[in-house]
């Protein structure tokens, strides 16, 4: 095969596995070794002490590579594949629905004796519509939860990152006032009541507004009441609830609107 065409095959190549996650590591390793191998080819003329750099990388990457590649497959297995590798692209969307699972644990946490048909229909379509409002970036959007007891909140939060967000977590006003002067977020979501006080939450929500920074915030608390609702629009709050299902669609609403403005 001629070296034109030999190039014009590895860009076809090149071009197909650069549709997923998996296919860009794999393309990456290629051509790290593609150059490495140039490099051991005229490394007779190397000293022993220039050669060794490149013995150690010839050693030392592979297992960097397994080790990436497994924290990969353990976290966040979900997001190696791109829609073009199944043959019905609906079962990316399927393989997303464990923020409906998590998302269902937060219910029946919440509510255990409260759970129907409708009730599962309508996480799936939460899930759906925050799925739909994602576009191509080339960040995932953080969002920063302050609450002293983080572990209340693991399924809330399984179910948002399914969707492709991440989080920061803080458990005081003044370590979360520390990562917001560190970090842009685009939404926080707090408690309201914590060791420092019954109504830290608005403590926080009202440093932020002083100070200018109208990051969205919403309080994930332990009322739903219409009174406490509009005390937190009056402090410039975006939302309150101890649903977790509106938690979601509040959120998710929120960070849609924040992409696109």
Same mark, same amino acid.
């Given at each position: 095969?001629?070296?034109?065409?030999?190039?014009?095959? $590895?860009?076809?190549?090149?071009?197909?596995?650069?549709?997923?996650?998996? %296919?860009?590591?794999?393309?990456?390793?290629?051509?790290?070794?593609?150059?490495?191998?140039?490099?051991?080819?005229?490394?007779?003329?190397?000293?022993?002490? !220039? &050669?060794?750099?490149?013995?150690? $990388?010839?050693?030392?990457?592979?297992?960097?590579?397994?080790?990436?590649?497994?924290?990969?497959?353990?976290?966040?297995?979900?997001?190696?594949?791109?829609?073009?590798? *199944?043959?019905?692209?609906?079962?990316?969307?399927?393989?997303?629905?464990?923020?409906?699972?998590?998302?269902?644990?937060?219910?029946?946490?919440?509510?255990?004796?409260?759970?129907?048909?409708?009730?599962?229909?309508?996480?799936? @379509?939460?899930?759906? @519509?925050?799925? &739909?409002?994602?576009?191509? +970036?080339?960040?995932?959007?953080?969002?920063?939860?302050?609450?002293?007891?983080?572990?209340?909140?693991? /399924?809330? &939060?399984?179910?948002? !990152?399914?969707?492709?967000?991440? $989080?920061?977590?803080?458990?005081?006003?003044?370590?979360?006032?520390?990562?917001?002067?560190? @970090?842009? $977020?685009?939404?926080?979501?707090?408690?309201?009541? &914590?060791?420092?006080?019954? +109504?830290? %939450?608005?403590?926080?929500?009202?440093?932020?507004?002083?100070? %200018?920074?109208?990051?969205?915030?919403?309080?994930?608390?332990?009322?739903?009441?219409?009174?406490?609702?509009? @005390?937190?629009?009056? /402090?410039?709050?975006?939302?309150?609830?101890?649903?977790?299902?509106?938690? *979601?669609?509040?959120?998710?609403?929120?960070?849609?609107?924040?992409?696109?403005?």
């Amino acid at each position: 095969m001629s070296g034109g065409n030999s190039l014009e095959a $590895f860009g076809k190549t090149a071009q197909g596995l650069a549709r997923n996650p998996l %296919g860009i590591i794999a393309l990456f390793i290629v051509l790290v070794y593609g150059f490495a191998s140039l490099v051991a080819a005229f490394s007779s003329s190397f000293s022993p002490a !220039e &050669r060794a750099p490149l013995i150690y $990388f010839l050693v030392v990457f592979p297992v960097l590579v397994l080790g990436v590649f497994a924290w990969l497959v353990r976290w966040h297995s979900e997001k190696l594949f791109g829609p073009g590798d *199944f043959k019905d692209e609906t079962n990316y969307i399927k393989m997303q629905m464990s923020a409906v699972a998590s998302l269902s644990a937060a219910t029946v946490k919440e509510n255990p004796t409260n759970s129907s048909q409708s009730d599962i229909d309508k996480l799936v @379509e939460l899930v759906l @519509e925050a799925m &739909r409002g994602q576009e191509a +970036r080339d960040h995932v959007d953080h969002i920063l939860w302050v609450d002293d007891r983080p572990d209340n909140n693991i /399924h809330e &939060r399984r179910a948002l !990152e399914a969707v492709g967000l991440r $989080f920061t977590l803080a458990l005081s006003t003044e370590e979360a006032m520390r990562k917001i002067d560190k @970090e842009r $977020f685009i939404a926080i979501i707090s408690d309201m009541g &914590r060791r420092e006080g019954p +109504r830290e %939450g608005y403590v926080l929500l009202d440093e932020l507004r002083a100070q %200018g920074n109208n990051t969205p915030l919403f309080f994930y608390a332990s009322s739903n009441a219409p009174e406490h609702k509009l @005390e937190t629009a009056n /402090h410039g709050g975006q939302g309150c609830t101890n649903n977790p299902q509106e938690l *979601f669609q509040m959120v998710t609403r929120a960070v849609i609107t924040n992409r696109s403005s």
